[in-house]
């Protein structure tokens, strides 16, 4: 057994997102969301209550607290701010947040704050198309703002945006997210996408002109990405055919919104296959854009690898094809290898998948402010109380995501910290309840919080700043 060692300031901590724990949907002034509409139509369940978090939230620091957690990521309700997405705050919502935040540093927690994890006001989406609407642009702005003016004093660390390539792609192009538009030649998607990078560019320069300065936090913007390893192949063209694939799916997962952010335009690569769906930026959002993030968020969960969707006839050797991008830009297909273990979303646990993604955004990127993973995890079927407070197979999941990081680190990737996904079980978006991603059990029925192995597996690598790796 190894001790692999993190530096002394790395940061550890658990994320959660609004409307996955919050409920309360109609309390404290809060306006509808798009999931709110959007689950009550297509989805098993909704949030309306949740994990109950907005009345149980002392509860839940404390629990933190003695968990030994130093920090805690978390997503501010757009419609408890601005119950139709604009105008002046809404005095109840902003308490909310202050009394959380103040909660969170009483207790010795660090919080970092998500701007948007997917709950649009519900009257965005009615009067403006959501993200299709350039009007969503300067409202966010005007939101962000609202949150900065309110809790910048405390916050230190702002995340513009969760996962936009979800909000783009499952929003407005499979129909699978709010607010369950769809697009068959994507063009929807690709314009939802230029309308969160230029909100995202706004935000973050109304943060640096009026905010940065005396706040002196940071901002960014967190981005998803599985790794795309090249399937191999000893036909030298057809595996040079496979690596273009791989590196085609990785761009149109991070590269879409990172390129612009890093090196101020879309890859060329997608400006080539998507044509015209594609919008252009001007010159002067190009400069807005670029550096607009002073580190690089990275949810990661997963790993695929990829072949040359020309190739077709090697499918058969790995079974059932995910997938195969979307739109067909990417002409790429994700294959899962049969080997390979899965996680109850059917996610293949690869770990030295996020070894090699770390080490592309290092490369690609450079990113001044570093990496922070602020999402890794994994969901188990944990039917009763006593199956969930064993979760051997979440624990080897995380402590082999954790060293493959180490390993990513070693190699040059400046990762500065990493927050494991969740800290709580949690509304699982169109799966409702029936994935459980949580550190700490809940039990729905009671609302009653139970750590996990898991959560004492993290308080031990907070504690000894360490994970152990079986050579
Ligand atoms: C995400 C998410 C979470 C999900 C998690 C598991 O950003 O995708 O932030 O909301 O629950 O990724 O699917």
């Known amino acids: 057994v190894t001790t692999l060692k993190f530096p002394a300031d790395f940061v550890w901590g658990t994320a959660t997102a609004s409307y996955q724990i919050e409920g309360a949907w109609d309390e404290g002034g809060r306006g509808l969301s798009i999931w709110d509409t959007f689950s009550r139509a297509s989805c098993p369940d909704t949030g309306d ?35 139709t997405g604009r105008g002046p705050a ?12 103040d909660c969170l540093l009483a207790h010795g927690i660090t919080p970092l704050v998500t701007l948007y994890h997917w709950d649009l006001p519900q009257a965005l989406e009615t009067e403006h198309g959501g993200w299709l609407g350039r009007e969503v642009v300067p409202a966010f702005e005007e939101y962000a703002r609202l949150c900065f003016a309110a809790f910048g004093d405390r916050v230190k660390t702002w995340l513009t945006f969760n996962e936009p390539w979800c909000t783009c792609v499952l929003g407005y192009g499979t129909g699978e997210h709010a607010p369950g538009a769809t697009s068959a030649d994507g063009a929807k998607v690709y314009l939802s996408g230029h309308h969160c990078l230029l909100a995202h560019a706004a935000a973050v320069d109304v943060y640096r002109r ?47 919104f990172a390129d612009p952010i890093w090196k101020g335009d879309y890859p060329e690569e997608m400006r080539a296959r998507c044509g015209p769906r594609l919008p ?4 002067e959002e190009k400069v807005l854009l670029k550096g607009s993030s002073d580190f690089l968020g990275l949810n990661h ?9 020309g190739d077709g006839d090697f499918i058969s050797h790995w079974g059932k094809p995910s997938k195969g991008g979307y739109f067909g830009d990417q002409h790429g297909t994700a294959l899962t290898h049969p080997a390979w273990a899965r996680t109850d979303m059917g996610w293949s646990v690869v770990p030295w998948g996020f070894e090699k ?14 990496i922070y993973v602020t999402e890794n995890g994994c969901a188990v079927a944990e039917p009763t109380k006593e199956a969930a407070i064993k979760d051997d197979f979440r624990v080897a999941f995380l402590n082999g995501y954790v060293a493959a990081m180490h390993q990513a680190m070693e190699q040059g990737a400046d990762v500065r910290g990493y927050f494991a996904w969740s800290f709580l079980d949690n509304f699982e978006w169109s799966l409702g309840y029936s994935k459980r991603f949580g550190i700490v059990r809940v039990d729905y ?11 004492r597996w993290l308080s031990s690598v907070v504690a000894s700043n360490a994970v152990q790796l079986a050579r």
């Open 280 to 283: 252009s930026f001007t010159e």
């Open 301 to 309: 969960y997963s790993s695929d690898f990829v072949q040359d969707s």
């Open 357 to 370: 993604l770390l080490l592309w955004c290092q490369r690609r990127y450079s990113p001044a402010g570093g």
């Open 49 to 83: 209550v949740a994990c109950d978090h907005f009345h149980r939230y002392q509860e839940d620091v404390k629990l933190m607290q003695s968990l030994g957690l130093k920090n805690y990521r978390f997503s501010i309700s757009w419609p408890r701010i601005q119950p």
């Open 445 to 455: 029925d009671t609302q009653e919080r139970t750590p996990k192995a898991s959560a």
């Open 90 to 101: 809404n005095a109840e919502g902003v308490a909310f947040y202050h009394a959380l935040i």
């Open 210 to 256: 009026e905010f940065q300065p005396a706040q002196r936090g940071a901002i960014g913007i967190t981005l998803n990405a599985n790794w795309n390893e090249p399937l191999a192949h000893s036909d030298v063209a057809i595996a040079a055919n496979h690596r273009d694939a791989a590196e085609r799916m990785t761009l149109w997962a991070l590269g879409w």
